[in-house]
Structure formats: C-alpha cells, structure tokens
C-alpha cells in the first residue's frame, strides 16, 4: 500500500488535463444532488474502478462513473439506459462536447454544464467547450494516480474510524483535485455575512481536515496534509513526525508530510496514520476539543465489545 511513486512533473500535463474532465463531471453533480450540509453532496466517491458521481437527478436518475482501468467514462440511468466513451485521445473540448452526446443519449439534460468553465484553474474564464490546448492523457500515469488515491481512501478510512463524533465521507474534491475526511466538533463558527457561502457552509463548525493532494506549483510534490479551521493560536509550535512540517499560508498553517517522506519509513500506512493523528491531536487539544471522549477504537463504539 502507498508504494506508487508519484513524480508531480513527469505527469503534470496528464493531471491538468484530467482535473478539467473531472470538474466537468463535478459541475454536473453540484446542479444536480441533493444538497447536504458542509456540500458533502458535491465530492466524488471512489468505486472499484475509479470514481463516481452517486444516483442523482430526477426523470431519470441517473449516475456518472469515470473508471480509470479502462480509461471510460459511462453514464447509467436508473432505467437502464447506458452511454459510454473513451477518456484516452480526448481534449477537454473534445471530452466536453462527448459528455454533452453522452447525456443526451440517455435522457439527461446537458444545460447545467454546456457553457461550464474550470474552477479555480488559470483558464477560469474559458469555456471547456473552446479548450483545445489540454490535450495530454497518460493511461498509465492516470491509472498510477488512481491506485494511490484508492490507498490513501483505505488510509482516511481507517483514520475517520478512530473518531466517534461527526465526520465526512472519504471523498474527492474535483475542485481542488485532493482526497479529505474532516472530523467536527459541535461549536458553530460565527461567519461575516460577507464571507461567501460556500466557506460559510463549509466551515460552519469547527472542523480538523486530513486529506492528500497530488501537488501544484507551490508544492510540486504529492503529499498529506491537515488544517484546524479556526486555527488555534500556537498550532506551529506542535510536534508532527520526522519529515512533516507546518507550511505558513499567511495567516494560517498546513500541516505537511510528503508521500515520499512517509514510503522512506519502510512503512507508509502507519507512517500517514500517525501523521493525521499528530495533526489532529495539535489542532483539537488547541480548540479545546475533548479528544478522549470521541477517542475510537477500531471503529467501535460499542463498549461490551471493547471490554
């Protein structure tokens, strides 16, 4: 588990063509779920394969799955109907104006994406429809991307079952291209009805977030990270693992742990756990969480069972 190397250059212009297909789908799925509080009805979830968008819509419901084995995109209605087609080949206009078919093929209205551009990338202001220039798709990078991130889902899974309060799914954020389970407390953070709705929502209550990310140009390297939101004065100070850091993003902290960091320990499953451990114990004990009183056990609350 977490022995893929993962080199940010080498598959960079893979990357950022396949983040564009992914928000793509992800646009559909934000007009299209039902909506949950925090938006965990926005991410994708991971499936054997690749990722999926879950059942939504209405007449008909149908679901988006991106399998990164075979390099497919299909889309399933409830109904039966089926549309599928390549991933290898495409730009993103190309990948856009394929969707668009697959979608109607099936019944769905396509409206919600026809005229969609990227979130938060530099070509924000430009359709996916006119984006001929990403056009670079590694099947073996993209299936190296994928075997991680499965690894890292069975890691936040396994974290996500050592706290007993609320938490999120394990889910992918097509967003920012990241994998993340955040843990809650129950003390809701005041927001200026100025700070736009989405952090409003997002950061409702007071969250401690562990997740993974494939790098970009400030971190050109794949690595864990974790955050505290508020952050508790002093979080900088607290110890994390050798190799992990506390990265300043003006005026609040990331903590670090590079994937390459974690495989030289011989093992990175437990080297990655103890990480977000260290993190969250830093952030919560700041923010005055009571670590002990939704301390897990093997995902176990039962206490017969742990007696």
Not at 135 to 162: C, K, M
Not at 241 to 252: C, F, I, N, T
Not at 279 to 284: E, I, K, M, P, T
Request: negative net charge.
């Amino acid at each position: 588990m977490l022995s893929e190397e993962v080199p940010y250059d080498d598959w960079t212009p893979t990357k950022e063509t396949l983040h564009r297909f992914v928000q793509i789908v992800g646009k559909l799925r934000l007009a299209l779920s039902v909506r949950r509080n925090h938006w965990w009805n926005v991410p994708f979830h991971l499936t054997g394969t690749g990722i999926t968008t879950r059942p939504m819509g209405d007449a008909p419901t149908f679901s988006v799955d991106v399998d990164f084995i075979d390099h497919r995109l299909h889309v399933a209605t409830a109904a039966g109907a089926r549309a599928s087609f390549s991933l290898v080949g495409q730009s993103v206009a190309s990948f856009h104006r394929a969707f668009l078919d697959a979608l109607e093929a099936v019944g769905v209205d396509p409206a919600p994406v026809r005229d969609a551009a990227p979130f938060d990338l530099p070509d924000a202001d430009r359709r996916f429809a006119d984006d001929t220039e990403h056009t670079q798709y590694d099947p073996i990078a993209v299936t190296r991307y994928w075997r991680t991130l499965s690894d890292v889902n069975l890691v936040l899974e396994e974290f996500s079952g050592r706290f007993s309060g609320k938490t999120s799914p394990v889910h992918h954020f097509w967003h920012t291209f990241d994998i993340a389970a955040t843990r809650f407390s129950d003390v809701v953070v005041p927001h200026a009805a100025g700070t736009d709705s989405v952090t409003r929502e997002a950061y409702s209550r007071e969250v401690v977030s562990a997740g993974f990310w494939f790098g970009d140009d400030s971190t050109p390297y794949p690595a864990f990270y974790s955050y505290t939101s508020p952050e508790p004065a002093g979080i900088a100070q607290q110890p994390l693992p050798e190799g992990a850091m506390w990265v300043d993003r003006g005026g609040s902290h990331l903590a670090v742990y590079p994937l390459t960091s974690a495989q030289a320990t011989g093992d990175p499953r437990a080297a990655a756990l103890a990480f977000f451990e260290a993190s969250y114990v830093a952030g919560a004990t700041l923010a005055g969480w009571d670590v002990e009183r939704y301390r897990c056990v093997d995902g176990a609350t039962d206490p017969h069972r742990l007696r």
